[in-house]
């Protein structure tokens, strides 16, 4: 028995659903990365610094007691490494 002949036509049909909206899926997010791109090509533009933008996205996305808490301990680590100055 092949692999093909364990999908009725019912089972096939959901196959090529699931695979075709994945498809679909796959160049929206091709879209929406250029997209992204370009944004942060005009930030550039603009004199921004686009790692700092991205730093500032990713930080957004922490719950503020979690960024707290880990910047904290990040510089904490600083500290210990020596990169950070007593005061």
Known sequence: MTPQSNFDGTGRDLLLSLV??????????????????????EAKSHGF???????LVKLRKIDANDRIEQEAILDTY????????DT
């Open 20 to 41: 075709e909206r994945i498809e679909r899926l796959e160049e929206e997010k091709t879209a929406i990365a250029d997209d992204i791109r370009e944004v942060k090509a």
């Open 49 to 55: 610094d686009v790692k700092a933008i991205n730093q």
């Open 78 to 85: 600083m500290h210990a490494l020596g990169m950070i100055p």
